[in-house]
């Protein structure tokens, strides 16, 4: 953590929980975190439930998000959700480029940048999602893939809206797995990321770019990830689906 990029804490409910739960969820997390000032928390819903979690988030300090977009404004694209869809759902993140998305269902690095772009005109904040599978890894291509996630989602992205995004740096060995990335590893391919970004805009931009670590965060190894100097929040997935076990998490010392 640095003091100067304010944490922010983002659980990721994937394809996990329908509506009424979702509410249930949302409802029991408010009081848990209703004193926590110094850093942004954020939950994401699926689709079904965004309307019903940002009615009962209204007025907190519990931010909404969702976990894709199209980047299309409108029109003849069935199944899919536009940027205004989310706004008037109440959403003011989209998490875009998660690996799943990327893995199953096809995303590439142009899609995710046309995907964020699309969020900054609109106004939504991308988390925009970077990480190696683990056979990358262990070929030493650790650098060419995070490099081309970075470069090729940021592509004509402009300095102003560069202010808005937020990196979400999440191994896919370590999602969901259990197998966390040590604080080293983890701060290790952060600061290649600001360094990334660095050479794309500036070190101003670098500086205050927050960059999450996402994969099988726990209350258990939240604290040693956030003590390192470029790791500037988290997004979970498992763990943020117990409003004891998120808020406990966010609450981080
Ligand atoms: P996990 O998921 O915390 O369950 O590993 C993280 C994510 O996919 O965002």
New binding site residues.
């Given amino acids: 953590m640095n003091p100067k990029r304010r944490p922010i804490l983002a659980g ?1 409910w994937k394809m996990n929980i329908p509506s009424t739960q979702a509410r249930e969820l949302a409802s029991k997390l408010i009081p848990l975190v209703a004193g926590v000032k110094d850093r942004d928390i954020v939950v994401g819903p699926p689709y079904t439930s965004l309307a019903a979690v940002a009615e009962t988030i209204k007025g907190t300090n519990i931010g909404l998000a969702a976990q894709n977009l199209h980047w299309e404004e409108k029109g003849a694209f069935t199944g899919e959700i536009s940027a205004d869809m989310l706004l008037d759902s109440g959403c003011k993140y989209v998490i875009i480029g ?1 690996s ?1 998305r990327r893995q199953y269902f096809g995303e590439t690095d142009e899609t995710v940048n046309k995907k964020a772009r699309q969020a900054l005109k609109k106004g939504l904040l991308p988390i925009l999602c970077v990480g190696e599978t683990l056979a990358e890894r262990e070929a030493g291509k650790l650098n060419e893939i995070i490099g081309r996630q970075v470069i090729g989602g940021l592509k004509d992205i402009l300095t102003d809206d560069m202010k808005k995004v937020v990196i979400a740096y ?1 191994p896919v060995w ?4 259990g197998k966390t990335a040590t604080p080293e590893q983890a701060n290790d391919v952060h600061a290649l990321i600001r360094q990334k970004v660095k050479a794309l805009y500036s070190a101003d931009i670098a500086e205050g770019l927050r960059i999450q670590y ?4 726990t209350l258990e190894n939240v604290s040693q990830l956030m003590a390192m100097p470029d790791i500037d929040g988290a ?5 943020s689906l117990k409003p004891e076990s998120f808020a406990a998490l966010v609450k981080f010392k």
Avoid: D, P, Q
């Fill in positions: 990721n998660h799943e999440e370590a999602i969901g797995t996402g994969g099988s965060v997004l979970v997935g498992g763990a």
